[in-house]
């Protein structure tokens, strides 16, 4: 028996990418319901498909993570169709790269700095807020589960909103631990993983190839790290195995931020 059976999921960003992998994989390892989130109806319907399809209740929700009444209404009505909420994923996230040219500390525009707060860290806060009470009263081993990233963890060029809301996210994850026990909180931070988020991230570089082979370098597993490789981790800290394991962050990352990258 799996150790996620019979919870009530929601993910964040779940249309694509490794919200998408999470939510079937939650499904695959026995949840009972998930709630899958996007700004993206087409794509959220999409996955509510094959989370139906690998064995639990699906519900499709459009949210613009930006619009603070958007979240409320994604966790109530969550939280309504699916009788409570056990599980709490926030996935959703954005990089400055798909949103402007102009990216480095000294050029990247006020608005897009902005927009990067509100989807990456403002937004994990406040779902997390209206989720509060929902997992409180969760008798279903109650987890939430943010996705940060290394670049949270280590400098990275061309990031100053990326990388700060993701050591934010690092951050919020303690605090969220500390203030909801005992509903636990725990953080991912993958490396460069194979998602459309990824892949634009590539093409918006001078040379792609190139851009690709930079970043997976210096990692001991050499290859691009896979969603559904993600999405085990997510499944393992949200499920009742992980029941010791809160306020923590896990790197997923093809052993790059083990070293210095130097080869002998
Ligand atoms: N792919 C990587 O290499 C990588 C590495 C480290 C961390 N991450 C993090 O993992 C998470 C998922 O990344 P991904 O690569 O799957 O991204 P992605 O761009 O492929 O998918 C993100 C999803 O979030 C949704 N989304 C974006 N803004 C939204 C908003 N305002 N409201 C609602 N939904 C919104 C998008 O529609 C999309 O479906 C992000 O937090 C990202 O920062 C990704």
Known sequence: MSKVDGKT????GAGRGIGRAIAVEMARQGAAAVAVADRDGA????????VRAAGAKAKAIVCDLRDR??????VARTARRFEGLDVLVNNAGVIETSLTEDCAVDTLPEEVWDAV???????VWLTTKFAAPHLRRSARGPAIVNT??????????????YCTTKGGVVQLTKVTAID??????NCLCPGVIDTPLAQGFFDAAEDRDEMERQLTAPQLVDRLGRPEEVAKLACFLASDDAAFITGSSYVIDGG??????VRA
């Open 117 to 123: 707060y509100e989807i990456n860290l403002k937004a």
């Open 69 to 74: 009444d958007s979240v409320e209404a994604m």
């Open 180 to 185: 909801l026990a005992p509903v636990r909180c």
């Open 43 to 50: 794509t959220a319907e999409e996955t509510a498909g094959l």
């Open 256 to 261: 790059a931020l083990a070293w210095r990258g």
């Open 148 to 161: 940060g990233s290394v670049s949270g963890l280590t400098g990275f060029p061309l990031g100053p909103a």
């Open 9 to 12: 999921v929601l993910v964040t």
